[in-house]
């Protein structure tokens, strides 16, 4: 699902990664992450896409809320467990939309 | 593969989508823009993964490298296409990036 998000300025949370070959506990663990930043405060959305290449950008209210997200205990373990096991490279950029625009098909 | 940018800032800009049951000349066509993307002057990179939304996030020099690809004529006909055919619903987030950081495991 497309995210749905406030007038900008918010924030973004671009997520890119590599996939090392060990799935093990992986999707159990990005749906909990998922569903444990939509409880964090300043939570604003999250979009996820993966092919050769994984995208998830998680939309904030401002880097005050994304750096206590950051800091979540369950959150550190997972990103933790995902250098040692899961990820083969990964760059996070944190980014303030400033404008938007959108389109839906009305026919 | 994940974009290799400079340090920041510069800009991202998340295009996500849903698409139609029509796919018929799109592969063809949002490769030619990426390509045709990858000549514009303030470029900088691109990623691309889609499941059940597409997410392609481009990253730019500046603002006004953007505004000059968004009316690139080619451009312009693929936008329009895309509204007419391709695209359920999309949301382009144009973001200044502020800060970034990477991991690449070693062993």
């Not at 939309?59 to 373990?77: L, M």
């Not at 040692?84 to 400033?98: G, H, L, N, P």
């Amino acid at each position: 699902m497309i995210a749905t998000t406030p007038q900008p300025p918010y924030y973004a949370v671009i997520f890119t990664s590599t996939k090392t070959t060990t799935d093990e506990g992986y999707n159990e663990m990005a749906d909990k992450m998922i569903a444990l930043a939509a409880k964090q405060e300043g939570f604003l959305g999250v979009e996820a896409a993966r092919n050769e290449i994984g995208i998830t950008v998680s939309y904030w209210k401002d880097v005050a809320s994304i750096k206590k997200w950051k800091e979540v205990s369950e959150h550190k373990i997972a990103q933790e467990k995902g250098k040692t096991t899961w990820y083969k490279s990964f760059k996070t950029r944190i980014a303030k939309v400033e404008r938007d625009y959108e389109f839906h098909k009305t026919n």
